[in-house]
């Protein structure tokens, strides 16, 4: 065949042709899914971690961009009808898929570089070039049966060819270049299928614009019609066939191995972060695995269990445990060795508790193990010295205080049962000075001595009122020296009323108040103790006309009948002077009253609620306060009806 530029002869001998609409729709196709191919290599060239990697990327890269578009070049040429017989140069049709591979090269070599570059117009223009020189060459190839074809190229239109080729892929490689670094996911995807159509266009532009400037010419007047002995069919498919499984199989591997490294870099990031959360742990952390070997552990464990070498995984606990007892970190297997350590391994592979282990140093460490199905050990030693200090401290404090408290009860024992004892002792001599002092006074009221006795009175009232002080401090000694005793007997509490009211009632006249009184006459008879009882009663309504001035006394009894149990109620409620919460909760406290104005205004030791509280509790019973400064006070005491040992 000859190939020359146009030389001006007619074109109306030019041969017609004309092409297969299909394989130019196929060819476009073939060509795209190359570019798509090259652009997705480009992305993983990019992120190659090695150079030879890389190099292997490109590579594939510029031989799937090649073969794409030689395949749509000849896919092209076989569409192209002549009405002439054609055959191709095996040769040379082999030696034009070098420019557009080496081109390619180039090309995936600029646009997977991470910034943009000025070299993306040489890629551009290289491309372009390859592009064309591919196409030419290709032609070149190209040549009638019995060599009776001429083909001649219009200058103009084949450098019109090339500058299409330039220009569309240096749009597609900007598309990609730009566009495509600022998305991801679906973005990015469409961003590359736009860029690969614009590549496809390019290089099929460019061959359909080149095969417009060209013009085909028999050699001969009469030519020989002859058959071509290309099968066009077979050639189509089998090339199709070859391109498409090129490209698709890069576009695959390209998607595999971006999820491969997608995974391998989640990995890492996630072994990063277990690391990071491992190490920012302030106890020793380790995990041994079904083998009782070390996997992984943090820098508080490596430092804790220094032991002098250093501790790698893949060591066996019974070597780091072994080789911290030889170093006698580890206090407890002083002396015993093999027996600890047999110990200490059998709490390993089967752990239950946590435990705590006495190192060098006084530093106390606490363990605790867990066994993970299916993984292994994990481990926590956790520094508690000086917990365990405190522990020790407090430990000692506690026992000095027991043994001060154990000091302090014998003898309180010891003053209550000496003051049980002193009971007599105390009592005689008071009341031998209240019998004189009374016999005193009717010998000076019978013999008219006047004058003595004033004197006389207020001997017998200090002695009756020194007698009823020791009597309160005895009674509180005998109680909690455990000696107070009940005395259980049936009762008749109209006659206890009775004989308690009159007792108090002068108290109560002496301050102008007015005392009523709420006793059903049916009330019945009780077992309790009639003396306690008594002093309870005495004690609640003295103190009632004591601390109360020109008011009301209410007392009243009652029957309360419970589903269990019958209690008789006693209550006690005055218009008096009251008390605050704060003196409400130690006014059964001994030797404690409202406050030190009320001891030096009213006089008294405090110890007759704490006497009257200590009886209810005896006789099974329970008193109740409600006061109120300023208002007044009730005081609530319940007996059980029956009382029994």
């Known amino acids: 065949m000859n190939h020359y530029f146009y030389d001006g002869r007619d074109l109306s001998l030019a041969l017609e042709a004309h092409y297969d609409a299909g394989l130019v729709a196929l060819s476009i196709a073939i060509v795209s899914l190359a570019s798509y191919a090259a652009l997705s290599v480009a992305g993983r060239i990019r992120a190659a971690d090695s150079g030879n990697k890389r190099r292997v990327w490109l590579l594939a890269g510029s031989l799937t961009m090649g073969g794409g578009v030689w395949a749509m070049h000849f896919i092209a040429m076989l569409a192209l009808k002549l009405p002439i017989a054609v055959s191709y140069d095996i040769s040379i049709t082999i030696l034009s898929t070098a420019p557009v591979i080496l081109s390619s090269y180039v090309m995936l070599e600029v646009i997977s570089r991470s910034k943009i570059s000025k070299l993306i117009i040489l890629a551009s223009v290289l491309m372009g070039f390859g592009i064309g020189a591919m196409h030419y060459i290709g032609m070149a190839a190209m040549q009638g049966i019995s060599h009776r074809l001429i083909m001649l190229f219009e200058p103009k239109l084949v450098a019109l060819s090339v500058l299409t080729a330039v220009v569309l892929s240096g749009v597609a490689l900007t598309i990609d270049f730009i566009m495509g670094r600022n998305k991801k996911g679906s973005g990015a995807i469409w961003t590359k299928i736009g860029a690969a159509m614009v590549m496809g266009f390019a290089v099929s532009g460019m061959h359909y614009s080149g095969m417009a400037a060209t013009y085909f010419f028999a050699g001969d007047?009469?030519?020989?019609?002859?058959?071509?002995?290309?099968?066009?069919?077979?050639?189509?498919?089998?090339?199709?066939?070859?391109?498409?499984?090129i490209a698709s199989l890069a576009i695959f591997i390209t998607i595999v191995d971006s999820r491969i490294q997608q995974a391998t870099i989640d990995e890492a990031v996630s072994r990063f972060r277990m690391r990071e959360a491992i190490e920012s742990i302030p106890d020793g952390f380790c995990l041994f695995?079904?083998?009782?070997?070390?996997?992984?552990?943090?820098?508080?464990?490596?430092?804790?269990?220094?032991?002098?070498?250093?501790?790698?995984?893949?060591?066996?606990?019974?070597?780091?445990?072994?080789?911290?007892?030889?170093?006698?970190?580890?206090?407890?297997?002083?002396?015993?060795?093999?027996?600890?350590?047999?110990?200490?391994?059998?709490?390993?592979?089967?752990?239950?508790?946590?435990?705590?282990?006495?190192?060098?140093?006084?530093?106390?460490?606490?363990?605790?193990?867990?066994?993970?199905?299916?993984?292994?050990?994990?481990?926590?030693?956790?520094?508690?010295?000086?917990?365990?200090?405190?522990?020790?401290?407090?430990?000692?404090?506690?026992?000095?205080?027991?043994?001060?408290?154990a000091v302090a009860e014998e003898a309180n024992s010891a003053k209550s049962a000496f003051l049980a004892n002193m009971s007599h002792e105390l009592r005689t001599p008071m009341n031998a000075i209240i019998g004189y002092s009374e016999m005193l006074l009717e010998e000076a009221k019978e013999s008219g001595q006047n004058q003595s006795i004033g004197d006389l009175l207020k001997i017998h009232s200090s002695a009756v009122h020194l007698l009823a002080i020791i009597n309160e401090i005895l009674d509180l000694s005998k109680i909690e020296a455990g000696k107070m005793e009940l005395c259980l007997e049936e009762v008749h509490l109209l006659s206890v009323i009775e004989e308690v009211t009159n007792t108090v009632r002068p108290i109560i006249d002496k301050n102008a108040n007015t005392f009523c009184i709420d006793c059903p006459e049916n009330v019945p008879a009780i077992t309790t103790d009639s003396v306690k009882l008594r002093q309870i009663l005495l004690n609640l309504l003295s103190n009632a006309g004591k601390f109360t001035h020109a008011g009301e006394i209410n007392f009243s009894v009652a029957v309360?009948?419970?589903?269990?149990?019958?209690?008789?109620?006693?209550?006690?409620?005055?218009?008096?002077i009251g008390m605050s919460q704060d003196q409400v909760g130690k006014v059964f406290a001994a030797f404690t009253q409202a406050d030190n104005s009320t001891t030096r205004k009213y006089g008294g030791t405090g110890l007759g609620l704490t006497i009257t509280k200590k009886f209810c509790e005896m006789m099974g019973g329970t008193i109740a306060i409600d006061s109120e400064p300023g208002r007044g006070s009730l005081f609530v005491v319940r007996l059980p009806l029956t009382l029994c040992y």
Not at 308 to 333: C, H, N, Y
């Open 221 to 245: 007047t009469s030519p020989v019609w002859a058959q071509s002995s290309l099968n066009t069919a077979a050639l189509v498919f089998w090339v199709s066939f070859t391109s498409v499984l």
């Open 289 to 405: 695995d079904m083998e009782d070997r070390l996997v992984e552990c943090n820098q508080r464990y490596r430092e804790i269990m220094n032991f002098g070498v250093p501790i790698l995984p893949g060591m066996s606990f019974e070597t780091i445990m072994r080789g911290a007892a030889q170093a006698k970190m580890i206090l407890d297997a002083d002396g015993c060795e093999e027996e600890w350590l047999a110990e200490r391994m059998a709490r390993h592979r089967t752990p239950r508790e946590n435990f705590i282990e006495h190192f060098k140093g006084d530093r106390w460490m606490r363990v605790s193990e867990r066994r993970v199905w299916n993984t292994g050990t994990v481990a926590i030693r956790t520094d508690i010295t000086e917990l365990k200090q405190t522990e020790i401290e407090l430990s000692k404090a506690i026992a000095e205080a027991q043994k001060a408290r």
């Open 560 to 576: 309360d009948a419970e589903p269990e149990n019958n209690w008789i109620v006693f209550a006690v409620r005055d218009t008096g």
